[in-house]
């Protein structure tokens, strides 16, 4: 038996002790357990408004249930829900929820509270499906007393007597309504065929009305036989009707479908599985203001959208993505006709292969058997003797068809050769070069008998059906459309050769001719010949198509599977949220708006929609609202490019920002499709919305947002989102005598903050230690689950951001070129060492050594000091140079210059300038520090100590370098972002079992 | 010395060896019989101990009339039973009995070691008198320069006397009166006429360990020359050929050693030129190298200089470069001014025309703001006309939300947007709220 504990009362608002109702907690705790222990499935439901409490009642209940087991909900806050109607809106969705956990019984726990204390929530009034027991008041309960294991004993009998199972609903007794969207006839499209063909069948099972394109299309097919209305009237009448069916093509067709399915959910039947021609179309003709970019968007993310505004043509574009997750998403149910269009969709939205589809093959009415009489006028018709022997490809031709392959075998085989056979292409020739090359090469053939007909109209196709002794139908690098045409061949009995292309590699080997799907052309010609040849063959061939079609492929056998899969759809998404919404849709008028936003959040929340694949959100905040230009944010943007370049298997880069002002992220498009150069207007910036599965990075260092956003994040958490940071460095932690007043405390806020969530990715080995070490010591709970990772940076030789010289360079350049030159890049911070580089230098100038101390740097905080000594230097300007603001430019060029790089830190998170300077030759000369050895290795001299033994290994350096031993930066190994960002994955993601 | 005839024939067959094992060992004397056959058609031979006949055999196979005697008369009766011609006699007695120059050959093989030295003496002297000139002598002996023969093997045969060294046999001829003898030395090892082998037990066991000594009567010189051959060669190995091949071998390998060893020092000498040569070569090239890297260090800082340099040609390109950009973007700018100087003119002075148009407060307002002042309450009414403005627009104005700044508040944003998900759940509900529906719909 299932039980559901409904608990959420019992958590109290934040601000409020636990006590009140504490001896209620213990109580259902208690209970929980001892049903558990009776075998009984037990759940429970907590209420996830406050985020905190919400994990803390998880956590506490951990040991008890299984974490499946306990499920939390989010309910709108008790202040955003004033009027009666709101509370029962919320009424239907805390019901719904209960559904979807489908219990046989029901435990209200809001009543068990000490007598005389209020209650925050109101016992709901809605009747729930299960029955519910209340709770009995209890005066006081600690767990201990035999009285209090009485209390349990009792309410568990009550909750055994009251379960019943629930009834199977009853089937209705009289016809459904059906709201059948798609082309008919005459609109010229082989889905409007289909349909035609399909509608009298379904008819048999329920009452049809035809909503096709008013504008498109005046006179439909069929048009006696149901009513004809137009999109506007389903959406006045959508509540009119119990089913809706729509077909979805890659045409023009389709256009008005697509909002009407935003609006009206239904069963979609998708006979194309590439829909972004249909996307262009409403782009570009009906206004629908960046529709292709907007699909691109959602069913691929951030690459397919580059791609088109940059890299790609249309064409090509349009060929490599589908753009039909926005069509899947709001389905209730799919029928697709290939086994291949199921494959396309698990391959491109692996997160939604919990949809509900199913595989309807395309209906054919069987042909009717004529006698031998008929066909024999047929063929004298088209010029044939009884000798002859015809053999046609049917459909358009195009490069898809392979038509340049069948003729060139026929050329080169025995039928080309014999004035007998005929070969004849039934369809409109390509337009374009393609045609052209086809048509030369009929011209050019020795024996004349290939021709092509043209557009053939219904009459002259089934002429060509009933005539033919042999039809090819040959597909290459098509997209997944289902092939119509030959089952057109099968169903008139003619023996088909096909190769094992899409969905023609599903059809049974006896029935036809199958070649490999990459062939070649000898065996297509043996093909040909077996069957030129062999009569018998033909005739089995041709019979087993036949009887294949007529038995999976008859309008009766389709009809019926359609009205069972909607049945089904209908039936199985009763949990989901489109009956909810149907039920609060009617209390909506009563709903103001604030508050009908509200709940639509809520139920939003609640429900989530599929989406193709798994959420990566990136925190990118920092960066959205000003763009600084700092080294953190450099990392962030190259992590970014390169995750967008490439994102990994399964999942989409969604970039986010959230601020301090106001709880809540939003996906960051705009930013980001400046940040890729398209144009920022063609998405907005909406609310996130999250699931279990999705993966929360924090990339950026936000102090402030961070700490105020806390309880989203916990929010997040509890749905099952994981939340990692990346830290960069504990420095004002670790060296808080050199950074602002009240930095450390920041810091050591901040790094209390992301120690409670699941994870820190750091980028070097060095911090990753320094962080375990300082979780141990100051939040050691959190030692054994935090998991702590690291990742390389990665340092591409960068291209040129800024450009820009001051007036002034070109003397700095000429005094920095004139000696030697060493070089400090960097903020002149306290902790850069620029003090201690600066005594070094005063001893080295003392002793007589001409060299110069370059430091290209702004004047950070806590310098004033240093800032005035080195202004009123009696070398400035001649052996000590100080660029205060250098643009990217300004600084290749003194990199350029320089000879040596000096590096002083007392402590940093990784050391890119390292890097940079042993990118561009200069040696390298740094403190030996764990994370400078970690990013150097060999490669660089190292000092221990103060000024002297800087100045000793400047020293050392000069006296190696005239002997030309000095040791050199050339061997430095680093990664490219694009490595570095693969690693990075690996970390983030856990995929890599080695700690740190 | 006597001993019982049946006692020596036992020990015969034990030790002396097979028939024809015998007769291959006589083999050897044939040098000197061939040239008797030439000189006399049918020799006479007599053969002193003839024992089993095995030599008489021979001698008859050669042509020879041969005659035996012993004094074992077993023997010669297995002599007799061969039909050979033989007598029970004494040795001497028998040649006593001989007439001179009557015979070609007199041997007597292994009976001297068992004769006393007197009857030896006798018995040679009478050989020499019944040999016919260039008559051939033959008496076979163990040799004790065979130390195994001299020292052990000789005294095997209790009869043997004493071992009759080689010189004093040879002498004892050569004193009666012969022309010349030889010594033959018989049954050595045949492995052992391999100059190269020798061992030291090769010397102590392997010279030969019998010998005969031949001796020829005189004659004239043409018969004496046909066996000038016989006895010109040399025969077996004696004690000091194979103690002076040991020694050789010895003399050999001391010498190889000493070349060996000079070898080795000369070795050593060239490995230690060597060694220098390549401490030299190492030193040589380290120095190279450290050249090599003073004139990279020296390359290096040209080439940096070269760069910086250029970085700084570089530098002042780009100034140049910038300082082009702005003036001309001054220039641009200069001309765009001066084309909307005549416009933005042209809109100052309207905004001064709008300025004096200001409405100004109606007549009605003007009266009673008048009326006010005089009763002394326009400043009251003012402020209460203020305040009633202030309400009125905030109630129409929707209320913000109040910023938060601290965690802990609700958590359903009451932001003015809604998610894509929420949106589209917002957009069902207003469509499914304003559409018509079915009575009883749930």
Known sequence: ?996 | MQMSAPFYRAFEDKYRGSRELIKSRLEAYHPFLSPLRELHARPQALDIGCGRGEWLELLGEQGFAARGIDLDDSMLQACRERGLDVALSDGLAALRETPSSSLALVSAFHVVEHIVFEDLQAMVVEALRVLLPGGILVLETPNPENLEVGTSSFYLDPSHIKPLPPQLLAFVADHAGFERKTILRLQEADELHDESSISLMAVLTGVSPDYAVVAQKHAATDVLRLHDAAFSKQYGLSLSMLAQRYDDRYALAEQRQAHVEQGQARAEQLYLQAETRLNEAAAAATSSEQQLRRLVAACESRVRQAKTSIAVLEARVALLEQQGLQTQAQLDRFDALRSASGASFIGRLHAIKMFLRHPRPGPVVRLVSKIARKLGVHGPLRAVYLRLRNMVLTRLRPPTPSPERTPGSSVIPLSSELSDDAQSVWNQLHTLSHSKNKQGVD
């Open chain 1, 1 to 996: 038996m299932r039980v559901l504990l409904d608990i959420r009362a019992l958590i109290p608002a934040s601000g409020s002790s636990y006590a009140p109702t504490a001896p209620a907690w213990v109580f259902c705790r208690a209970l929980a357990k001892a049903m558990r222990d009776k075998q009984h499935d037990v759940h429970v439901l907590l209420d996830g408004q406050q985020a905190e409490n919400a994990a803390q009642a998880r956590d506490s209940l951990k040991d008890i249930l299984a974490v499946e087991s306990i499920h939390i909900w989010l309910s709108p806050s008790p202040d955003s829900v004033r009027t009666d109607t709101a509370r029962k809106a919320v009424g239907y969705l805390h019901a719904a929820i209960v559904a979807r956990i489908c219990p046989d019984v029901v435990f209200d726990a809001t009543s068990v509270v000490l007598a005389g204390e209020a209650i925050t929530a109101p016992p709901s009034e809605i009747a729930l499906g299960p029955p519910i027991v209340r709770a009995t008041a209890l005066q006081h309960f600690d767990g201990n007393s035999c009285a209090d294991a009485q209390a349990i004993k009792e309410t568990i009998e009550r909750l055994e007597r009251a379960a019943v199972q629930t009834a199977n609903q009853p089937s209705s007794a009289e016809r459904l309504r059906l709201a059948f969207v798609s082309p008919l006839p005459p609109q010229r499209s082989g889905i409007a065929d289909y349909s035609a063909e399909l509608l009298p069948e379904l008819a048999k099972y329920y009452e049809i009305e035809l909503i096709v394109d008013a504008q498109r299309l005046k006179q439909p097919a069929l048009s006696t036989q149901f009513p004809v209305r137009d999109a506007a009237y389903l959406i006045s009448h959508a509540g009119t009707y119990d089913r809706v069916l729509y077909h979805f093509g890659n045409s023009e067709f389709h256009e008005y479908m697509f909002e009407l399915l935003e609006v009206v959910p239904g069963t979609v039947v998708l006979h194309d599985f590439f829909l972004g021609d249909a996307q262009w179309h409403l782009e570009h003709f009906s206004g629908k203001r960046n529709g292709l970019a907007r699909a691109l968007y959602a069913s691929h993310g951030y690459r397919a959208l580059a791609d088109r505004m940059q890299r790609l043509e249309l064409s090509a574009v349009v060929a490599q993505y589908p753009c039909s997750f926005e069509i899947i998403r709001r389905a209730q149910g799919i029928i697709v006709h290939s086994h291949y269009s199921l494959s396309l969709l698990k391959h491109w939205y692996a997160e939604s292969s919990g949809l509900q589809t199913t595989l309807i093959p395309l209906l054919r009415r069987a042909a009717e058997t004529y006698t031998d009489g008929s066909r024999e006028a047929d063929r004298r018709e088209l010029g044939l003797t009884d000798d002859d022997f015809l053999v046609c490809a049917f459909g358009l031709l195009g490069p898809t068809k392979l038509n340049d392959r069948l003729l060139r075998v026929w050329k080169n085989s025995a039928l080309g050769a014999s004035p007998r056979c005929r070969l004849v292409f039934v369809g409109e020739n390509a337009n374009g070069a393609y045609g052209d090359a086809i048509r030369a090469e009929i011209e050019r053939l020795p024996v004349a008998n290939v021709e092509i007909t043209g557009w053939a109209d219904e009459a002259m196709f089934r002429r060509y059906l009933r005539a033919a002794d042999l039809a090819v139908q040959l597909r290459g690098r098509s997209r997944g459309e289902t092939s119509a045409a030959i089952l057109d061949t099968m169903n008139h009995g003619v023996a088909t050769i096909a190769n094992a292309h899409g969905a023609m590699a599903w059809l049974p080997k006896d029935s036809v001719c199958m070649l490999e799907d990459e062939f070649t052309d000898a065996q297509l010609d043996d093909a040909l010949s077996s069957i030129w040849r062999d009569a018998e063959l033909r005739k089995t061939f041709g019979s087993n198509a036949r009887s294949y079609i007529a038995e999976h492929h008859s309008p009766q056998h389709c009809g019926e599977q359609y009205a069972h899969a909607m049945e089904r759809f209908a039936r199985c998404g009763g949990y989901e949220r489109n009956p909810l919404v149907a039920k609060v849709a009617q209390l909506a008028p009563d709903l103001d708006a604030g508050e009908k936003r509200v709940i639509s959040s809520a139920i939003a929340a609640n429900f989530p929609t599929p989406r193709p694949a798994k959420q990566l959100l990136l925190d990118v905040s920092s960066m959205v609202y000003q763009d600084l230009h700092t080294g953190i944010q450099r990392v962030v943007k190259s992590l970014l490019r390169a995750l967008i370049e490439s994102p990994p298997e399964g999942y989409r880069v969604e970039p986010v920002y959230g601020g301090s002002h106001q709880l809540g992220y939003r996906y960051a498009r705009r930013y980001t499709l400046k940040f890729l150069g398209c144009p920022e207007d063609t998405l907005d910036d909406a609310p996130i919305s999250f699931a279990k599965g999705d993966e929360f990075i924090g990339l950026d260092l936000m102090h402030d947002p961070v700490y105020f956003q806390t309880p989203y994040f916990r929010q997040m958490h509890n749905a099952g989102v994981r939340v990692q940071f990346v830290v960069y460095d504990l420095l004002p932690v670790l060296l808080p005598h050199r950074f602002p007043q009240g930095s450390a405390d920041l810091h050591t806020r901040w790094l209390r903050t992301i120690a409670e969530f699941d994870g820190a990715v750091c980028i070097s080995k060095a911090v990753a230690n320094e962080l375990t070490d300082w979780v141990a010591d100051n939040a050691p709970h959190r030692s054994p689950k935090l998991r702590i990772r690291s990742f390389p940076l990665g340092a591409d030789l960068s291209t040129v951001a800024s450009k820009g010289l001051p007036p002034s360079a070109a003397d700095t350049m000429r005094t920095i070129a004139s000696r030697l030159s060493f070089l400090m890049v960097g903020t002149v911070e306290p902790r850069k060492g620029h003090e201690l580089a600066l005594d070094a230098f005063e001893q080295l100038w003392t002793a007589g050594h001409d060299i110069n101390l370059v430091i290209v740097g702004k004047q950070g905080w806590m310098v004033e000091e240093l800032a005035q000594r080195l202004r009123r230097h009696h070398e400035y300007a001649r052996r000590l140079v100080w660029i205060e603001k250098a643009s990217d430019e300004y600084l290749e060029l003194v990199y350029a210059a320089s000879t040596c790089l000096i590096t002083a830190s007392e402590g940093e998170g990784f050391g890119l300038p390292l890097i940079e300077g042993a990118q561009r030759g200069l040696s390298l000369i740094s403190r030996d520090l764990p994370v400078f050895r970690e990013v150097c290795g060999e490669h660089a001299l190292y000092f221990e100590g103060q000024a002297p033994a800087l100045a000793d290994a400047v020293r050392h350096w000069i006296n190696m370098a005239s002997d030309g031993i000095q040791i050199r930066s050339e061997g430095l190994s680093y990664l490219n972002w694009q490595q570095s960002a693969e690693r990075f994955i690996e970390a983030a993601l856990w995929k890599r079992d080695t700690p740190v």
